[in-house]
C-alpha cells in the first residue's frame, strides 16, 4: 500500500531561546554536528519509503517560507498551513483530506519534525512492522519507545504483553505524564513506553475514527476537503478552523477508540527537550565539554558550549550552559534549564519583541 | 613648599580582560559607578592640592593619546613617554628630573594610576601628613596601608611602632609577598602595612638617593634633564633609557636608603586587582548581583555582569563573573579569576592579537 506522511511543524518551542524565536523554532535549527536541522533530517530519515510528493508539512503561515526553503524537494501544495492552532487531532485530520483527495486510500504516518533518532535503520524497521499491523482493519498504531529511566515528562502507553498483532502489542490505556514515583514504577513493570507521538494508520481508519469520536471536526474537514483546490479553499479552511475544538489527537481519537497497538521502538529517539539534549545528541571533547564556534575554554568542563563568530572565554566553570546569538547570550546553569522561559516572560512583559 | 604629582600610567594589565586589551589598559578603563575612568579619578583625587601644570603622567608613546583624550587638562609636555619600560625608578627619575627643571626643589608625589580610593578627605589628610615628613630632612615616605586580612599579594612594610615623625613611624624593612602562615603573623603583629606604592619626598631628597644608590641611573637621568627642550630630547631619552638597568623604586632605593617612614591609610584603598574588586566598588543589588548593561537575570546570585547592548540572559548562575565586550565574552567563576591569564596566553600563542 502506497505510504504517505505527515510532518508537523507547527510548533513554537521556547526552550532553545535564544536560537530559538517566534520566527525560528526548533524544527527549523541546527542541533546536531551534520549542520542538518530537524525538519531536513526527518523527511532524510522516511525517504527511502515515502515520495517526496507524498511528503505534507502541517505548520502555519509564519513558517511556509522556512519550510520552503528547507525542503525544497516538497511541493509547495504539500506545505499545509493551519490558521490557527487547533492541536493535534484536527492538524492530523487536515492532513488526511489532502491524502485521501489524492489516493483512495493509504497509509499515513504522523510524524513530529523536532525529533531527533539515532538509529534510522531500526527506525525503518519499527515503521515496517507497524504498517503491516496498520495495513490490517482498523489498527491505529502508536509508535512507543521503550523507557530507560523514569522520565516524568512524558506520556505512558500501557500494553498488554499478552496481546500482539504482528510486531504489534495491544494498547490498554494512554497515562498522562506521571509523577516520580509511579515513572518508577511503570519502568519496574516493562509494560509502559513513552508516548513519542510517532502514528501509523491507514487513511480510511483514521477518518472512520474522527468521524465516530470527533464528528463536528470531522463535518468540517469534509467542507475542507472539497473545498480543496477552488476560489474558496483558504476562506473556507480559515472558517472551519476557527470552529474547530482545540483536541490533541491522543485525547480525541486515541484514548477512546479500538485496536490501538503499539510497536517499541528502540532507535535511539530523542525528543531533544531542552539544551541538554546537545550533549547527547553531539560528540563532547575530553573535557566533557560539547563546543561549537570561537571558544577558548580553561579548566571548564561538562559545559554545553555554542558560539558564532565572537569570541567566548571560559574559566573556572561547570554544568553550564552557555548559548551566544548575535543579538543575546544565554548563560545558564544545567539543572535550571527549565527556567529559560522565564527569561522569555520577562521580555514578554517588557514588550521586548525583538528577542522573543 | 610647591608640591607636584607623578602618576604612573604604563601598565598593560591583563586582569581585566576583555575590557583591558594591550590597547586599553586597566587605568583608562572606567570601573566604577561615577563613569569615570581610573586615572581621571586619581588625578580628580589630587586635585585640591596639586595645580594641574604640576602634575606629571608617566606612561609609554602607546597610550599618549589616551592620557591626552581622558586629561584635557595637563598640559601635553607633562605627559613623559618612557622608550621602553625599565620599572619604577627609572620612571621616577624621570619625573623627577623633569620636575626639578622647573622647580628648585618641591613635593614629589608619586601614585599609581590604577587604584581606587574610597575615602577622598582621609586620603588627603595622609598626603598632607606624608607631605609634612617629607618636607623635613631627606626623608622619603610611602604610604602604607592598614591591612584588613592576610593578603599574600602585596609586599608589606614593617615599621617600628616606637619611633615617629609627625604621624609617621619609622620603617624598619620592606618585605615580599609573604606566605598565608606569614601573613597572618603580619597581621597579628600590627606592625605591617601593605605596601601600596604611594611615596612622597622632596625632588631634592630621591635625586640625592638616586645618585647614591644607582649612580648610573642618576647620570643617565642628568643627561636626560640637560636635553629637555632640545631637539636631542627625544634620541637622548631613547639611549638612556636603552641603558638603564630594570629596577622597582622598592629594591633600587627604599631598601638601601635611611629615613624611611610610612603614614598608615586607612582611606578605603582597593588596588583592583581582578574583576572580583567591582563587588567591591560598586552597588550590587538585592540578589547580590553587581549588573550593568542589558541583562535579565533569572535565580542569578551574587554575579559580576558587566554587559554592553546585547543582551545577556542569566538562569541559575552563582558565583561567576560575565564580562561582555563588543569581540569577545567573558565567563569566569570568581575563585577561577587568576587564571584568566591563561586565556591571554592561549590567545598569543595562536596569534590572534586583536584579542589582546
Not at 26 to 53: A, H, P, Y
Not at 117 to 125: E, G, R, V, Y
Not at 281 to 300: A, F, H, L, P, Y
Amino acid at each position: 500500500m502506497k505510504i504517505t506522511a505527515l510532518i508537523m511543524a507547527g510548533g513554537r518551542g521556547e526552550r532553545f531561546w535564544p536560537k530559538s524565536r517566534k520566527n525560528m523554532p526548533k524544527q527549523f535549527l541546527s542541533l546536531t554536528d551534520d549542520g542538518k536541522t530537524m525538519i531536513q533530517l526527518t523527511v532524510e530519515r522516511i525517504s527511502s519509503v515515502v515520495d517526496m510528493e507524498d511528503i505534507y508539512i502541517a505548520t502555519n503561515k509564519d513558517y511556509k517560507e522556512l519550510v520552503r526553503s528547507q525542503l525544497p524537494g516538497i511541493p509547495e501544495k504539500n506545505i499545509l498551513c493551519e490558521p490557527v492552532g487547533r492541536n493535534t487531532a484536527p492538524c492530523i485530520g487536515l492532513g488526511a483530506v489532502h491524502m485521501a483527495k489524492k489516493y483512495d486510500d493509504a497509509i499515513m504516518l504522523v510524524l513530529p519534525s523536532d525529533h531527533l533518532i539515532k538509529f534510522n535503520k531500526m527506525f525503518l524497521s519499527v515503521l515496517k512492522d507497524s504498517c503491516d499491523v496498520a495495513e490490517k482493519d482498523r489498527n491505529l498504531v502508536t509508535i512507543g519507545i521503550t523507557p530507560t529511566y523514569a522520565e516524568t515528562g512524558y506520556g505512558y502507553i500501557k500494553f498488554d504483553s499478552h496481546v500482539m498483532e504482528g510486531r504489534a502489542y495491544k494498547v490498554d490505556r494512554f497515562v498522562e505524564k506521571p509523577s516520580l514515583e509511579v515513572a518508577k514504577e511503570y519502568l519496574e513493570t516493562e509494560e509502559y513506553l513513552w508516548n513519542s507521538g510517532m502514528f501509523v494508520w491507514k487513511l480510511s481508519s483514521i477518518l472512520y475514527n474522527l468521524e465516530r469520536f470527533m464528528p463536528e471536526t470531522f463535518a468540517g474537514l469534509k467542507r475542507i476537503q472539497a473545498s480543496i483546490g477552488t476560489p474558496e479553499e483558504e476562506d473556507v479552511l480559515r472558517k472551519e478552523f476557527a470552529q474547530f475544538q482545540s483536541q490533541s489527537i491522543d485525547y480525541g481519537i486515541m484514548e477512546k477508540a479500538e485496536n490501538i497497538y503499539t510497536v517499541p521502538g528502540t532507535f535511539g529517539w530523542d525528543d531533544v527537550g531542552s539544551w541538554l539534549a546537545v550533549e547527547r545528541i553531539r560528540k563532547s571533547n575530553e573535557m566533557g565539554n560539547v563546543v561549537s564556534g570561537n571558544i577558548i575554554t580553561v579548566g571548564t568542563h561538562n559545559c554545553i558550549i555554542q558560539g558564532e563568530k565572537k569570541l567566548i572565554a571560559t574559566v573556572g566553570l561547570e554544568d553550564l550552559v552557555i548559548v551566544d546569538t548575535e543579538d543575546a547570550t544565554l548563560i545558564c546553569a544545567k539543572d535550571s534549564t527549565a527556567d529559560i522561559k522565564k527569561v522569555l516572560e520577562n521580555l514578554k512583559i517588557c514588550n521586548r519583541d525583538e528577542y522573543i
